[in-house]
């Protein structure tokens, strides 16, 4: 999940699935498991993950959303920019957890243009002694650079849990370190476009809007089992 701050419009009342059901809400929204909280989860900070429970998603093959281990098929989201450098760097998720994101985030569902401006400005600490927000900045990602900026197309791309492979590209002097899901070699089974991208995104080759396209020339439209 992109993680923006959520708009309240429209967002607290998307369905929440039954596998969400006791999972912590905030506003009405569910809080995402690789959300950072404080001690009190459903006291999020909307825009920041928790490295370590993102961690442990990657590790264990956990959902994003609901921490539950993945199974059967997975969903992942995807950038154009992602898929051309071959790794997807958002964890999978169930599919009910996926469809759940793309209507409950802003960003995905095209009700923000931008990604959250300022993530860290609610990086304060709280007065409850069992709450390790006086430490966050030891356990939180790095800042992200795409705060503020134009949101980009988004995917949705479905493969089978055996193909759903975590890898880790170093990068280089100009790439900056990856983990993410290994999307050179997978074919992915279904995949649609959940938003376009916002005003003011710089321009890109999209081999994503290129493949539904040829599937859409050749019969398959977006589902190609």
Excluded at 109 to 124: K, V
Excluded at 184 to 191: C, D, N, Q, T
Aim: a neutral charge.
């Amino acid at each position: 999940m992109t993680e923006p701050t959520p708009s309240p419009a429209g967002a607290a009342r998307v369905p929440i699935p039954d596998r969400l059901a006791d999972a912590p809400r905030s506003g009405g929204l569910v809080v995402p498991y690789i959300t950072l909280t404080h001690h009190d989860r459903t006291r999020p900070v909307w825009g920041k993950v928790h490295a370590p429970a993102q961690r442990r998603v990657w590790r264990q093959k956990l959902c994003q959303i609901c921490g539950q281990p993945l199974i059967d098929w997975v969903v992942v989201y995807l950038r154009p920019s992602d898929y051309g450098r071959g790794i997807a760097v958002e964890p999978g998720m169930h599919p009910e957890c996926a469809h759940y994101s793309a209507s409950a985030c802003p960003v995905l569902a095209g009700r923000l243009d931008r990604y959250h401006p300022d993530p860290d400005r609610h990086l304060s600490a709280c007065g409850d002694t069992r709450c390790a927000c006086r430490i966050w900045q030891r356990v939180t990602d790095e800042p992200s650079h795409l705060a503020g900026q134009p949101a980009e197309a988004w995917y949705e791309g479905w493969l089978p849990l055996s193909e759903y492979i975590v890898v880790t590209d170093h990068g280089n002097d100009t790439t900056p370190p990856i983990t993410g899901v290994d999307v050179r070699e997978v074919r992915l089974r279904k995949l649609r476009r959940i938003r376009a991208a916002g005003p003011g995104a710089e321009p890109s080759t999209d081999l994503l809007a290129m493949i539904i396209a040829a599937r859409k020339l050749f019969g398959y439209g977006e589902d190609l089992q």
